[in-house]
């Protein structure tokens, strides 16, 4: 990760068993969770035209041509078999 994105993850609050969570220390619902990154998008100025999921496919992408490994790959973007992971 790089240093910015360190910084970021070190000031933010989370939860005993989740990453994220919502302003009331929950983990987000799946409808939550799609509005929130929806609204994160637009204020990285980042076109409405683009999905979430089109931004984690970048993540992937970015971790394999950073030579990440399947399972670590697997373990950031949430997948549950390497074979999604290695497309």
Do not use: C, Y
């Not at 993850?9 to 987000?28: K, L, V």
């Not at 409405?48 to 992937?60: H, M, P």
Request: aromatic residues 4%; hydrophobic residues 40%; proline residues 5%.
């Amino acid at each position: 990760m790089s240093d910015d994105l360190i910084d970021a993850n070190d000031a933010m609050q989370t939860g005993e068993d989740t990453f994220i969570i919502t302003s009331h220390g929950h983990p987000f619902a799946p409808d939550g969770f799609g509005s929130k990154s929806a609204e994160w998008r637009d204020v990285a100025g980042v076109r409405s035209s683009v999905a979430i999921q089109g931004i984690l496919k970048s993540v992937g992408v970015n971790m394999a041509e950073n030579q990440a490994a399947p399972h670590e790959i697997m373990a950031a973007l949430g997948h549950s078999s390497p074979k999604v992971a290695k497309v």
